[in-house]
């Protein structure tokens, strides 16, 4: 068993070089690498799309994820798994998921999580996944879809959407019905009041088809991304669950809330370090007898 964590809000404070030698150096062994922020971005408040000035939409971005994949092997350390840009439901975010595949296979990663449209049916959400797989069989990489939330502000609580309990996770699974299609569980959606299910529930539910993870905290009614541990999610029943399928795959943090743009160098990587060993502690509890 192996830990990462995703690379994109460390990145936001020392840029995603430093961020995987950063990690590398606090403990873990693997790093996520984020795809949300630096192609095509999505701003929630003004409803539009933004193309970043970053090396990812440049002619020479495979050269530079070619430095980033060596900059992790430098300090020991390689790419697990990648998050796609979403909501998918845009033409604007399709448009560029082949390319978010490509990056990922050329920065090394087995696996990239694509969310499915909140609000489509499996069959539905099917159709678009039949569209990448060809393409991401090619580069040796499968995809892994993840349980998504809508909001109710009426209810003041997440509501159903693709992917929200372990039956209609499944459902998209076997929708598509093909081995490089996958299941990333996002433990704090899972988590969610709303939603009547569980993290424990929803990975029992899908057994073997689990093969990524997105691990963080909340209060149980928001999506929070804190670091575990932290709040109400209770973890060592998330880990037996996992121990009972057999899961073979990496322990991912998305605790993306825990660091912040007012931490200095020193307390970054005091965070980060922190991060590492709360991930190893997941893992150790996954591995005792």
């Known amino acids: 068993m192996k830990t990462s964590t995703e690379i994109g809000s460390l990145a936001k404070l020392v840029g995603e070089e ?36 970053t090396p990812l939409n440049g002619k020479d971005y495979l050269s530079y994820v070619r430095r980033l994949k060596k900059t992790g092997e430098d300090n020991g350390i390689y790419c ?24 990922s296979a050329e920065a090394g990663s087995k696996i990239i999580i694509i969310h499915p449209d ?24 499968k995809i892994a879809t993840e349980n998504m939330w809508n909001w109710d502000n009426s209810q003041g609580h997440a509501v159903k959407a693709a992917c929200s309990d372990g039956e209609d996770f499944l459902k998209h ?18 988590e969610m009041k709303g939603l009547n299910t569980s993290a424990e529930s929803m990975i029992r539910t899908l057994g073997s088809h689990v093969a990524a993870l997105h691990i963080h905290d909340n209060d149980k ?8 541990f932290t709040d ?12 009972d399928i057999n899961y073979k795959g990496y322990f991912t ?25 709360v ?11």
């Open 18 to 53: 430093k961020a995987i030698e950063t990690i590398a150096k606090a403990g873990f062994d693997c790093w996520d690498f984020t795809l949300i922020y630096n192609m095509v971005r999505y701003e929630c408040q003004s409803k539009s799309f933004c193309y970043p000035d």
């Open 80 to 103: 697990n798994q990648s998050h796609a840009p979403f909501p998918v439901a845009a033409k604007e975010i399709r448009d560029n998921l082949k390319k978010s595949i490509e990056i």
């Open 118 to 141: 909140n609000n489509k049916t499996a069959e539905e959400n099917a159709e678009v996944y039949f569209e990448l797989l060809p393409f991401a069989k090619d580069c040796g990489i």
């Open 173 to 190: 699974i076997l929708a598509v019905n093909d081995e490089n299609f996958v299941a990333c569980v996002d433990i704090g959606h899972a």
């Open 221 to 228: 009614l928001r999506d929070l991304h804190e670091l575990p």
């Open 232 to 243: 109400k999610i209770d973890f060592k029943g998330v880990v037996k669950a996992l121990k």
């Open 253 to 277: 943090l998305e605790a993306d809330s825990y660091l912040k743009k007012e931490d200095d160098e020193k307390t970054i990587f005091e965070k980060v370090k922190n991060m590492a060993s």
């Open 279 to 289: 991930a190893k502690r997941i893992e150790d509890e996954f591995l005792r007898k």
